[in-house]
């Protein structure tokens, strides 16, 4: 191993792990929010909400992540816009993991009793009310380890970036690969950034999956 190549290139690696960081917390927060919609969407009575939510997530989540994000890179210059990698990258990256979140949510909500929606419902609270401060709480608490994964998966499919100039990690790693000729050691370099990440999230979702069983 040439670890000089950490300490002579860290500058590098520090502004691919940034752009990775700022990525992941992006998606994970849009994600979560847009699959929240999209899950309430798969199990509502209107009709149309539940095609479009049904249509959505077998669509996105039989479809190649690199693709969803060519998508949005690529897509928008046919209408005359442009992305940039970093941006059509994230957004590819949000809608794909929402998909997933979305079916993880769903099993939640479906977990929870019905008797909690007819409860609110009588009490005066309408459908949306009841949704936010009911059903969705309770759903959430139930399915926080595939929701954790999903959260780790997103971290780690953020190298996706790369393909499209997203000044992510791996993005760097390639230049720093390029001019060391070390492929193999600024990769593993590369691991280690990615276990900082994903090895704190993991450990975390853990104490707080123990923490509401305590509690709950």
Not at 38 to 63: D, H, Y
Not at 66 to 79: D, H, R, T
Not at 108 to 131: C, D, H, W
Not at 169 to 179: G, K, N
Request: aromatic share 16%.
């Amino acid at each position: 191993m040439e670890f000089s190549i950490l300490t002579d290139y860290f500058s590098i690696y520090l502004e691919g792990f940034y752009g990775t960081v700022l990525s992941s917390v992006i998606a994970l927060v849009c994600s979560f929010l847009l699959g929240s919609i999209i899950a309430v969407f798969r199990i509502s009575s209107v009709k149309g909400l539940r095609w479009f939510g049904t249509s959505f997530v077998e669509f996105v989540r039989n479809i190649p992540l690199l693709l969803v994000v060519y998508i949005f890179y690529y897509g928008p210059s046919a209408l005359g816009l442009s992305l940039e990698g970093f941006t059509a990258g994230t957004i590819g990256l949000t809608v794909y993991t929402s998909a997933f979140i979305a079916e993880a949510i769903r099993a939640g909500i479906m977990a929870v009793p019905k008797g909690q929606m007819e409860a609110a419902r009588s009490s005066g609270l309408n459908y949306f009310q009841t949704m936010v401060h009911i059903i969705l709480p309770q759903a959430i608490k139930l399915v926080i380890p595939p929701l954790g994964n999903q959260f780790i998966n997103l971290i780690k499919n953020s190298s996706v970036l790369t393909l499209v100039a997203g000044m992510d990690l791996m993005y760097f790693a390639d230049i720093v690969s390029t001019e060391t000729y070390r492929t193999f050691d600024t990769y593993i370099f590369v691991a280690v950034f990615y276990l900082v990440l994903t090895l704190p999230l993991s450990y975390g979702i853990r104490v707080w999956e123990r923490r509401l069983q305590r509690k709950y």
